[in-house]
């Protein structure tokens, strides 16, 4: 625009004595700009308003500034001010600050860029200037125009991105809090500076992203936190089943467990159900489907919910399982657990396993052999089920640790 200004002024300066139109429509700014106040006000709901008011004197001082420096432009001037730059950055500033969009003000730019073009091509019929010329000024008038929506769109963007990125940060330090189980206080305290009504019930959702773009746009709504291999949501349980779906076209393919309704400050509980759920699946110990529920499964989430304390029990509680083959391992273990899951006979286990009743009997009397009178101790036969309950799943996954870490210990 800055060369087609200069341009226009040395055709300007070759045809007319130099400056002097300019200096004659400058006469004409007030009046120019006082007819564009009141087009706009009339025009642009957001901008009504009476004529003898504080917002009309603002619309005409910026409609005069403007038009000035852009009639300096042709008078010999370097082009736009920094002044005037950093005005309409202001008004697109003062938009957002006020809660508006761009359209209102952008209207009222166009419209007295308008009303200033029908302003110039009279004046130019009455100067007598050369129709090229005046088609000229119309160009470097409208290329003008995109220059200040340009800046007002700068200076709105400018207060929208930090506000944003303030509510960013407040939704991530939200979140935070709750996966910390911070008190309701401070959480009630960042839910407000997020912008976040904390719900009375909630859901806590592990999204699998390995591999993925870790950026998970689920709306506003839900609280979202990525992570390398997971990405953790909370939000309301009366929106979990939008929530759920918008995951699942989001990511296609991805994994997602999902914790039942539960009270805010149980988050940080809920955030290890899930995120356990997750590492069953590749454990082998829960099913690979693509959503897991975990009231589903509440059982295996229990049952390894201390996996050091699991790993020393079994080292303690199923030794004379650990020492035999891995065959025997196997089958003995599996009619363990049938047996002390239902306490049926022989022939009901025997139908259960798919196996004669007689396999059963010779098995039965191997796992008398291995664990005697234990297995008439009440609390013993407790441990030994869930410890069962928990191990076998791993064991039929390939997990060989137990027995690497029995053989580390030595055989007693």
Known sequence: MARAMTD??????????????????RALAPTIAARCGARIQAQVPAYAGPAAGRRRRLIELAITGSLTEFLDGLDGGSGPPRSVDELFRQMGAGEANDGRGLDAIQAAIHLAIRTIWESLRTFAVDERLPPTLVCELGDVLFAWTERLVQLTTEGHRAVTGVRERSVELARERLLTGLLRGQPVGRREELAAAAGWTVPTEVVVLAVDTRGQDRDLVLGGAPLVRP?????????????????????????????????????????????????????????????????LRCADHLTQ????????????????????????????REILSETLLVWLETRDSAPAIAARLGVHPQTVRYRWKRINELFGDDLHDPEFVVQLTLLLKASVPLWKAGDQSDFERFRAQGEP
């Open 8 to 25: 226009l002024r040395a055709e300007l300066d070759q045809l007319l004595d130099p400056g002097e139109p300019v200096r004659r429509f």
């Open 227 to 291: 992570g390398s291999r997971t990405t953790v949501v909370v939000a309301d349980a009366a929106t979990a089943d939008d929530v759920l779906a918008a995951a699942q076209r989001a990511r296609p393919g991805a994994r997602v467990a999902l914790s039942w309704a539960i009270d805010p400050a149980d988050v940080p509980a809920a955030h290890q159900w899930v995120t356990r759920a997750l590492h069953l699946v590749e454990s082998g110990v829960l099913p690979r489907h693509p959503v």
């Open 301 to 328: 989430l229990w049952l390894h919910a201390e996996p050091v304390l699991r790993r020393a029990l079994c080292q303690d509680h199923l030794r004379p399982l650990l020492a035999e083959t891995p065959n025997s």
